[in-house]
């Protein structure tokens, strides 16, 4: 059983850089079919997918937050991160990592417990 578990700070300042980093036990990064996605919600508002990396290694962005927006990840670690550049306060959000494989037959979706992450001064 796949888990995610997400650690970053919960305070950054307007302008500054997030990062934020999930760890996956029980599996690994690299295995097959594999999505690693960051999602995020803000205050009363839908689920937004940010970005994900394939268990190839491409990357994947939303376009409305490419330009501020990039995903890595480390396979010796099992984890990838998200830095995002230039945050505003309405980035303000839970930060949720999520993991999907896709078989012939179904796919599966693996959530974290999510981070806050407020943009504040």
């Known amino acids: 059983q796949v888990q995610l578990q997400e650690s970053g700070p919960g305070l950054v300042g307007p302008s500054q850089t997030l990062s934020l980093t999930c760890t996956v036990s029980?599996?690994?990064?690299?295995?097959?079919?594999?999505?690693w996605s960051w999602i995020r919600q803000p205050p009363g508002k839908e689920l937004e997918w940010m970005g994900a990396i394939a268990y190839s290694g491409s990357t994947y962005y939303s376009p409305s937050l490419k330009s501020r927006t990039s995903i890595s990840r480390d396979n010796a670690w099992d984890m990838w991160s998200l830095r995002m550049l230039s945050l505003k306060p309405e980035d303000t959000a839970v930060y949720y990592c999520?993991?999907?494989?896709?078989?012939?037959?179904?796919?599966?979706?693996?959530w974290g417990q999510g981070t806050q992450v407020t943009v504040s001064s």
């Open positions: 999520h993991a999907r494989v896709i078989t012939v037959v179904a796919s599966y979706d693996y």
């Open positions: 029980g599996g690994s990064i690299t295995t097959n079919y594999y999505f």
